[in-house]
T-cell receptor
Framework: DTEVTQTPKHLVMGMTNKKSLKCEQHMGHRAMYWYKQKAKKPPELMFVYSYEKLSINESVPSRFSPECPNSSLLNLHLHALQPEDSALYLCASSQVLLVNTEAFFGQGTRLTVV | AQSVTQLGSHVSVSEGALVLLRCNYS??????LFWYVQYPNQGLQLLLK??????LVKGINGFEAEFKKSETSFHLTKPSAHMSDAAEYFCAVGSTNAGKSTFGDGTTLTVKP
């Protein structure tokens, strides 16, 4: 299994809603990532987990809250989002957190905030 | 600090023509370089990576890239474009702060019939 699975594929939420994005991998990878991608732009790193511990937080607003319950699962909890947070949210994983390891990406969750 | 520059935000080729997507990097240490492809409404998929084992790197789908230290380049090529190659292509450099790979702005490849 070489897949990173993200659910849901599409999500529409109001600014007062609370929702969660889910990401799962069964490749035994110990590093997992959340990226935000706007149209026609490269992915922007949000969070990195290494061995289930938060390793990098790129100064992301607190309305985004990551969680890594175990080595296979990564969640992104969303609360009180703004319309400008509408984007494609990509989850990725890699074997470990090393400079020469490539990332495996999920298909993303297309989020629309209304 | 590492950085990546992709020359040409849009490249258009005819089916069967050579594909050349340009990537120049800046790195204070020997770089690890990657090319990813993104099809519409999909995640990114690794095409190939350079990790200093060989300067000519072969990837999936007939793509290859050559690392040229003197030119600080890692251009992506494919001898003959297929319609299915139409996508967004990102060059990336691995960071010394592991986990913070730097992506280029991307190049949109269009393939004309």
């Amino acid at each position: 299994d070489t897949e990173v699975t993200q659910t849901p594929k599409h999500l529409v939420m109001g600014m007062t809603n609370k929702k969660s994005l889910k990401c799962e991998q069964h490749m035994g990878h110990r590093a997992m990532y959340w990226y935000k991608q706007k149209a026609k732009k490269p992915p922007e790193l949000m969070f990195v987990y290494s061995y289930e511990k938060l390793s990098i937080n790129e100064s992301v607003p607190s309305r985004f809250s990551p969680e890594c319950p175990n080595s296979s699962l990564l969640n992104l909890h969303l609360h009180a989002l703004q319309p400008e947070d509408s984007a494609l949210y990509l989850c990725a994983s890699s074997q470990v957190l090393l400079v020469n390891t490539e990332a495996f990406f999920g298909q993303g969750t297309r989020l629309t905030v209304v | 600090a590492q950085s990546v520059t992709q020359l040409g935000s849009h490249v258009s080729v005819s089916e069967g023509a050579l594909v050349l997507l340009r990537c120049n990097y800046s790195s204070s240490v020997p770089p690890y370089l990657f090319w990813y492809v993104q099809y519409p409404n999909q995640g990114l998929q690794l095409l190939l990576k350079y990790t200093s084992a060989a300067t000519l790197v072969k990837g999936i789908n007939g793509f290859e890239a050559e690392f040229k230290k003197s030119e600080t380049s890692f251009h992506l090529t494919k001898p003959s474009a297929h319609m299915s190659d139409a996508a967004e292509y990102f060059c990336a450099v691995g960071s010394t702060n592991a986990g913070k790979s730097t992506f280029g702005d991307g190049t949109t490849l269009t393939v004309k019939p």
